[in-house]
């Protein structure tokens, strides 16, 4: 079994008009310490052990269905499961 | 400077619609391999350096606006950015 860890963000010159309203309101509770919000996704997936390569497969499926590649970045982690 | 990064994901006994879309998706693409998906959010914060501590501020970030605990768990990492 693979756990996969995939963190999606918008590329650096992507507006972010969510990451802006939240620093907005963080502002507004007073935490004018921050400086810059940016929101993406993080999706863990839990794959079956198969015959290929776990780390082609999941570029594909990033590329494929999880990220828009046109003003998306992504990267991802792969932790093997070891059953006891 | 503080970069922050925070993930929000549902818990575990919540139905993550979302993800259960995406994995028929990824099923009817032929990845049959995956078993899971859970969708969840990934959000970067800069923070200014000031008086305080900076974990607390950033669990107060977290209850207060980014998560929503009665349905959601969050975990963060604090990195340090020394300018050079």
Same mark, same amino acid.
């Given at each position: 079994m693979y756990n996969v860890k995939v963190f999606i963000t918008l590329k650096e010159s992507v507006l972010d008009p969510q990451g802006a309203a939240v620093k907005d309101s963080l502002h507004r509770l &007073?935490? @004018? +310490?921050?400086e810059d919000v940016r929101i993406g996704k993080y999706i863990e997936l839990t794959l079956k052990k198969e015959d290929g390569d776990i780390d082609q497969q999941v570029r594909e499926i990033c590329e494929k !269905? !999880? +990220? @828009? &590649?046109v003003i998306e970045d992504y990267t991802y982690e792969i932790e093997e499961d070891i059953p006891q």
């Open positions: &007073t935490y @004018n +310490a921050v !269905l !999880l +990220a @828009n &590649t």
